[in-house]
């Protein structure tokens, strides 16, 4: 386990924690047992199948040498892993542009990418687990006559369509099947906010360049790390305890500005797996330096219902020197470390409780850590909550809603 998590900062009571152990290797052992409703990521990256894996890299590369622009239908879990890690991580082979779409309602947004499809050669791939989710039906449905109409007939366009869906079930399997596009699984037993190590992350990832089986192996090291058994769970019981001390929110503030999006992919997995029942912290994630020059005044001196979680990264692997003027002779990461501890010292200062995230190095290898460690961290602390990490009921109340005003 090379994520480093340190929780001094928020100084809880080493009993306090000690008393929640037990609790949190019981909801370990529930996890690992098999035998839970949508558990299936657990160990998936133990169990990677090598023919799947093959299969999905052999269809980046399609996508790669055939076409410049590679869409990306898919909202929610189907669409924030891959956009988070296709953000934060370097490159190591030359990839295709992705273009994720069907995110909102927003008629311009639509237009762009219709116009950007038409003046190039795309590949589209809608990703949809239960392949009725509004937002990607619209989107879908707009995109297949734009593809059609690029390339001459149905038949042309539904060899340039990938389809990552339920294995026999949904709308989008049975169309996929009958118009004969290419198919990837994401299995039945995983949700979509866990779903980034599945083929609905790791396609677009490998399109874009990005080394999937570093950050499998990642994942895996991760997922069978010793650690776990001393303190891989202290973050997950800390967060609980927060929540018992009063605090409702957590400010997730990540250093280094390629991990904006990974900060919604965690608001997207914290939110929606911990907020029911009345409880769970509310996620709020914020980029620093940016932020400090807009929120930062909040965080040192409004209303302190939340605890900070600072994440940064240990080696930037580059160096630039300032060249000249005040700071002449210092490196940017000398002034990032500079900020990052300069704002914990702040914040501590004012009373607020601070803990810290460290990831050694930006590469696929560690990224993969992090995003196992994320998911478990928030599945143990929402079964200490007492809620259930893997469902979603309160999202179906707006969906109810909006078909009742479209009448469908
Ligand atoms: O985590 C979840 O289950 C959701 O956020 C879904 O990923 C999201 O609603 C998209 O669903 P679907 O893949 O069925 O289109």
Do not use: Y
């Given at each position: 386990m090379d994520i480093k998590v340190n929780?001094?900062?928020?100084?809880?009571?080493a009993g306090a924690i000690e008393k929640k152990r037990a609790d949190a290797s019981k909801s370990l052992d529930r996890l690992w047992s098999g035998s839970e409703d949508m558990t299936g990521w657990v160990q998936a990256p133990i169990n990677v199948n090598e023919q799947e894996l093959e299969f999905i890299l052999n269809a980046a590369d399609v996508v790669k040498h055939e076409a410049d622009l590679f869409v990306v239908v898919g909202i929610g879990g189907s669409y924030l892993g891959a956009k988070a890690a296709i953000e934060a991580l370097p490159k190591t082979e030359s990839g295709t542009p992705v273009r994720f779409f069907g995110t909102n309602f927003c008629t311009d947004y639509y237009r762009e990418v219709i116009a950007e499809m038409k003046s190039k050669k795309p590949i589209l791939c809608v990703i949809s687990?239960?392949?009725?989710t509004t937002e990607i039906r619209a989107a879908f449905d707009t995109l297949k006559p734009v593809m059609e109409e690029k390339y001459g007939s149905r038949e042309e366009a539904a060899k340039r369509i990938l389809a990552v869906t339920d294995e026999k079930d949904g709308s989008l399997r049975k169309e996929a099947d009958e118009n004969g596009y290419t198919t990837m699984v994401i299995p039945k037993n995983i949700g979509g906010r866990y779903s980034a190590l599945t083929p609905a992350g790791l396609l677009p990832m490998a399109v874009s360049g990005i080394d999937i089986r570093e950050l499998l192996g990642g994942a895996k090291d991760m997922a069978t790390s010793p650690d776990w058994d001393d303190h891989g769970t202290d973050y997950a019981i800390a967060r609980h305890l927060m929540q018992k001390q009063g605090k409702t929110m957590e400010v997730i503030a990540m250093?280094?500005?390629?991990l904006g999006y990974l900060g919604e992919w965690i608001k997207q997995l914290y939110g929606e797996s911990e907020g029911k029942n009345g409880q769970g912290l509310w996620p709020a994630t914020l980029t620093y330096s940016t932020d400090l020059h807009s929120m930062g005044q909040y965080i040192q001196q409004g209303r302190q219902n939340f605890f900070e979680t600072v994440v940064s990264v240990d080696d930037p692997q580059y160096t630039i020197t300032i060249p000249e003027g005040t700071l002449e002779g210092k490196t940017i990461e000398e002034l990032n470390r500079a900020m990052t501890r300069g704002v914990i010292n702040a914040h501590r200062g004012a009373g607020i409780p601070v803990a810290e995230i460290h990831i050694p190095k930006l590469d696929a290898y560690y990224y993969g850590q992090l995003l196992y460690f994320l998911e478990t961290t928030c599945a143990v602390t929402a079964m200490l909550d007492g809620?259930?990490?893997?469902?979603?009921?309160?999202?179906e109340a707006y969906k109810a809603e909006m078909r009742k005003l479209l009448g469908i």
């Open positions: 929780i001094e900062g928020l100084a809880l009571d687990k239960s392949g009725n250093c280094h500005s390629r809620v259930n990490p893997f469902d979603q009921p309160g999202v």
